[in-house]
């Protein structure tokens, strides 16, 4: 896959020697397309070619090359998979003189991404007791990754109801652990393992509260015991 940063100049040759077998169609509009990279403006595409970094879409009479590394969030394996597909894409480079136009994807992919992320967050109970594992640790808290694209911070000071100077003392990446959401704000999540913990005073009144155990007496104690009562009876 190519290398993202790459620019229109690192393309350009691989670009002529692919582009032998494309042509532009209609009458190329610059202008247009200068609109469309000042504005933003997303363009629905149809990927008409397969080359050697990428693929190529005809827009506004110009053909645009997609970057392998602009077409997806993830490695792309297969750029023929693309072939005849439409997509959405901005207008990312432009060089009218050499006849180049930059396409990417990727920018509105992420931002579909957030968006789809931040409604799965608003959509969390604050309250909710969930599973997650530990992600990463950092001086302030622990992050937990939720699954579904969700993770959220444990503060160091809602690790635990003791003293917690770091969380890497107590906790490890990739550890499962039951948090509760605490906060939902702004998109992020905050939760508290310290909140699932038992207070000292619920776990005293708890064990002060629950059935002492009674143990039955022996066989023989009950023989015993029972003639004792009887002793001194005496029957008509």
Not at 113 to 129: L, N, T, W, Y
Not at 156 to 182: F, H, M, T, W, Y
């Amino acid at each position: 896959m190519a290398d993202e940063t790459l620019t229109m100049d690192d393309f350009s040759k691989a670009v002529d020697d692919s582009f032998t077998s494309f042509k532009d169609e209609g009458e190329a509009n610059w202008e247009k397309l200068k609109e469309y990279q000042a504005a933003k403006t997303p363009m629905t595409v149809t990927v008409d070619g397969v080359v050697n970094k990428g693929v190529i879409s005809n827009v506004e009479g110009v053909r645009g090359f997609i970057p392998a590394s602009r077409l997806a969030l993830g490695r792309v394996e297969d750029l023929n998979e693309y072939l005849g597909k439409e997509i959405q894409v901005l207008v990312r480079e432009i060089d009218e003189q050499k006849g180049r136009l930059i396409l990417s994807a990727v920018e509105l992919l992420r931002a579909k991404a957030a968006e789809e992320k931040k409604a799965r967050i608003a959509a969390v109970e604050v309250g909710s007791v969930l599973d997650g594992k530990v992600e990463s640790l950092q001086p302030y808290g622990a992050f937990i990754d939720l699954g579904s694209g969700m993770s959220g911070l444990v503060h160091v000071s809602q690790i635990s109801r003791n003293r917690v100077k770091s969380p890497d003392a107590v906790l490890s990446v990739g550890q499962e652990v039951k948090v509760k959401v605490i906060a939902v704000k702004d998109g992020k999540l905050s939760l508290s393992m310290k909140a699932l913990e038992e207070a000292p005073e619920e776990k005293r009144e708890r064990e002060e509260s629950a059935p002492r155990d009674f143990k039955l007496p022996k066989a023989e104690a009950v023989t015993t015991n029972l003639g004792s009562l009887l002793k001194g009876i005496k029957l008509d």
